[in-house]
């Protein structure tokens, strides 16, 4: 069984997740004994941190264990718990060793305390209620015994979001470290069901995951594409791929994906020297720095010497399958890291930056209990402009609809949008860059100029575009992916409730296209059958700043800027807001990519 396929594997005994069942009278079988007694007979080995000296990952032999947990049934899971707390038991007694073995033991508390971060995210969001309750009593007990434990730093997912879904139900004897998270929004069966699938898989249900679970039904495209992307067949390796989504991330210095693919590559038992940045991965990853560079922050300048330079023995001679598998999983997480950043995302409650051993201070009341939303609609934004209220954005896209554009209008209106479009952008402030990120980008600057001076060219969307160009040939170089990423590409650009604010019974359609084909038309996208006229008359200027900011510079993004940004709508549209931008750069992306690999494949003769 390969290592990089089963997050549980230690490779000297074999085990995979998969074989921690019960044998007839509750014990575990011999592969599941096995991993618990090599797991704790490594929780003691130390890691040569002298190459990471800001080493911020969960032990590892921990994160093995957990994944015991993630399991629907209730007995394998009570007996994974009964093994967890005997380990936590010697260990916090100041004694180590398997909790299958009977001997004299050594003291550990450091790796207690690499433990207990893991204990409490599961404490707070596994969705099995018995893993909850009883890693809570752990921690509670531990309390009781006078040993430090971790609190929760943010009581939710996300900073600009106080009412996401909790999975955290309050039971009687819970490790009262954890504050009452003020959640107003229900869970529905769905969203119970996709979350306890994204914990399966993942064994860990993240802030990502909670925020998006406003709209289950797309949690599950997404969730869907990416384990397909991440963990399904497919042309790159596994090791491969966690290394590649943090090279993206790392272009808009989104330091919270960067956390998760790098546990996930931990996961591969592939060591951590690759995570000490682009100069110790191997030279075919390194050999993909320049399309990742101009993917995040200029695709219209891809073209197909790009792809013919990624071909070549001196830069690992990639096949134009594996190229397509990388240049979709860049184009995923650097759209990702918007949406990350757009919705104020947290970060995990085992990331050092999501707990502390100090009992944090109480929350402030207006940071918790939401935003400005409502108050001073017509308030001049610091873009410029005044934001129209929903009523009058309803009735101006009932005028939309009776009104008819020439195509000379039309393109008309698409070079003035996307001139002043750009013009209420500004440069990205350039800081000081964390390690975390510095490592993995060669240059020196992580984003490049503003480019309003020079905006991208026109790129006619008949020309070449998904549905009738990029589709086929994704499904063609890398099977299955074209299905797959459309499913979701149309799910998002046609969900709805008919909802916007407290009004019911709305037909959202034409602020919907407009929001898609704002983010793409900054790109250079131009479609001859959209009335660009649209855009200017629904989205008003603090909304296409915002946009601006999504595509360009997310990680510029703050919480004034959501607040301030379509003040009437409830949280769940802003992020069903964000979820269409993310999709749409997403889409922006491939389409210039495919593009250049089409061109490629043509002058080589296909």
């Known amino acids: 069984m390969a290592a990089s396929r089963d997050r549980g594997v230690i490779e000297e005994c074999h085990f995979s997740r998969d074989s921690a069942t019960l044998e007839k009278g509750g014990n575990w079988t011999q592969e599941a004994r096995l991993f618990l007694i090599r797991s704790n007979e490594r929780a003691m080995e130390v890691n040569d941190q002298s190459a990471f000296p800001d080493r911020r990952w969960p032990d590892l032999n921990c994160l093995r264990m957990a994944w015991l947990l993630a399991n629907r049934d209730a007995a394998t899971r009570a007996r994974a718990l009964d093994e967890i707390a005997n380990c936590v038991d010697r260990l916090s007694a100041g004694h180590y060793g398997s909790p299958l073995q009977d001997q004299p033991l050594r003291p550990c508390n450091e790796v207690l305390a690499e433990w207990l ?3 409490l995210r599961l404490a707070k969001q596994c969705p099995f209620s018995d893993v909850r309750k009883r890693l809570s009593a752990l921690l509670s007990d531990l309390k009781d015994r006078g040993i430090r434990i971790p609190y929760v730093v943010s009581q939710s997912p996300s900073s600009f979001i106080p009412e996401v879904v909790s999975l955290e139900k309050s039971s009687e004897g819970e490790h009262d470290s954890a504050e ?13 069901s996709v979350l306890e699938t994204v914990f399966l898989d993942r064994c860990r249900v993240d ?6 679970a406003f709209h289950p039904k797309y949690l599950e495209y997404f969730h869907q594409t990416q384990q397909f992307l991440m963990q399904g067949d497919g042309p ?15 272009r808009h210095q989104c330091t919270t994906l960067i956390y998760q693919e790098e546990i996930e590559y931990l996961q591969q038992d592939c060591g951590e020297s690759a995570l000490g940045g682009l100069k110790f991965m191997e030279e075919k990853l390194r050999s993909l720095n320049e399309l990742n560079r101009v993917l995040a922050h200029r695709p219209w300048h891809l073209t197909e010497e790009h792809i013919e330079a990624l071909t070549k023995p001196a830069a690992g001679s990639w096949s134009l399958s594996e190229i397509v ?31 502390s051993f100090d009992r944090p201070p109480s929350p402030v009341p207006s940071e918790m209990n939401g935003n400005t939303n409502g108050d001073s609609l017509h308030e001049e934004s610091s873009a410029g402009g005044v934001e129209q209220s929903v009523q009058e954005l309803m009735a101006t896209m009932k005028d939309l609809r009776e009104v008819e554009h020439s195509h000379e209008e039309m393109l008309k209106n698409w070079t003035s949008i996307l001139v002043d479009s750009l013009k209420l952008g500004s440069p990205a402030t350039v800081q000081a860059q964390r390690d975390q990120v510095r490592r993995y980008v060669d240059d020196e600057e992580v984003l490049e100029s503003w480019p309003w001076s020079n905006p991208p060219p026109m790129f006619r969307a008949q020309e070449y575009s998904w549905d009738e160009h990029g589709f086929s040939l994704a499904n063609r170089l890398y099977n299955g992916s074209g299905d797959v990423l459309d499913e979701k590409f149309r799910f998002a650009y046609n969900m709805t409730y008919n909802t916007m604010a407290d009004y019911v019974g709305v037909d959202t359609k034409l602020f919907r296209r407009a929001i898609w084909k704002c983010m793409q038309l900054l790109f250079g996208i131009f479609q001859d059958d959209f009335n660009y006229d649209s855009i200017k008359r629904l989205l008003s200027p603090p ?16 919480k004034e800027n959501y607040d301030s940004t379509m003040r009437e709508l409830k949280h769940s549209e802003k992020v069903h807001v964000n979820i269409m931008l993310y999709e749409a750069r997403f889409q922006v992306e491939l389409v210039y990519a495919l593009r250049a690999i089409t061109r490629f494949m043509t002058s080589k003769s296909f």
């Open 117 to 119: 971060p893991t204990f």
């Open 207 to 212: 802030h990502l995951a909670l925020t998006t």
């Open 543 to 558: 909304v296409i700043h915002y946009i601006v900011k999504f595509a360009f510079t997310p990680e510029d993004i703050t």
């Open 236 to 250: 790159l390796k596994y090791e491969h791929r966690p290394l590649i989504a943090i090279m993206a991330a790392a």
């Open 325 to 355: 598998h990388a240049i979709m999983i860049m184009a995923h997480f650097h759209a990702l890291s918007g949406f990350v950043f757009a919705c104020g995302i947290n970060p995990e409650v085992d990331h050092p930056s999501g707990h």
């Open 180 to 192: 009452p998270v003020e959640c107003n929004c229900q869970m529905d069966a769905t969203a119970e």
